[in-house]
């Protein structure tokens, strides 16, 4: 199993961590969108990542999208450690932060991409201060969640993950988008978590 990308992707990074969290075993190739494109255009014909390579030769098999690569991670893991319950209304808790903080985290990567990928006079300021503007409703609805430990309940699931990611992400880059203090509860669940071993394996590349 090979997984796809850079750890500074978060996507990919929260692949790398829930696959570390199942116990499972991966090589990583370590692409960027912007420098290895010609290669990961042949993995990937959207150019993206995070893809799953499942397998070996004729055999072998592309999942691209982390949403998706994260429901075979969950399957292959078993449902005593899948990180998202199979069904009913604990897996709908779970998919309701999951699906907060991933969209949250695609109005972020959108920003960042409004600032960096457009040459200054072509960025829409209006659009970047929408994208803003979504990204700071995500993040005050997930700092409303009172983690019981965890923001699901007594489990670290694909919420805790996933929002941790999310978190992390913007401190490094969009920092000014979570100053310190501003999301104590968030900012605090996602210090907690952090520190356990998958996640610090886990760490975001040099840019
Ligand atoms: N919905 C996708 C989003 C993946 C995504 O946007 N990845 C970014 C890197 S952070 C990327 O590949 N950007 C390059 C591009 O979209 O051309 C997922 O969950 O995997």
């Known amino acids: 199993m090979i997984l796809i990308g850079r750890y500074l992707s978060p996507f990919v990074r929260r692949v790398g961590i829930s696959l570390t969290l199942a116990g499972t075993k991966f090589d990583r190739l370590v692409l960027s969108t912007v420098t290895d494109r010609e290669k990961l255009l042949k993995v990937n014909p959207l150019g993206r990542v995070p893809a799953l390579i499942l397998g070996k030769g004729k055999t072998a098999e592309v999942l691209v999208d982390s949403t998706a690569i994260l429901d075979h991670v969950d399957e292959d893991a078993g449902p005593r450690r899948a990180l998202t319950p199979a069904k009913g209304a604990p897996r709908r808790r779970v998919q309701k932060i999951v699906f907060l903080a991933l969209g949250t985290l695609e109005k972020a990567v959108g920003a960042l991409y409004e600032k960096t990928r457009r040459p200054a006079e072509k960025v829409h300021q ?5 994208l803003e503007s979504q990204v700071t409703a995500g993040l005050e609805t997930l700092n409303a969640i009172v983690p019981k430990p965890y ?10 993950v996933t929002a941790a990611v999310l978190f992390g992400f913007l401190r490094r880059a969009s920092p000014h988008l979570v100053p ?8 605090a669940h996602a210090k907690k978590l952090e520190k356990l071993p998958a996640f610090q394996a886990c760490q975001p590349e040099q840019p």
Do not use: S
Request: proline share 9%; glycine share 8%.
């Open 180 to 187: 310190e203090g501003r999301y104590k509860r968030l900012e």
């Open 151 to 160: 923001l699901a309940g007594p489990k670290l699931t694909q919420a805790d």
């Open 126 to 130: 209006p659009w970047l201060d929408q």
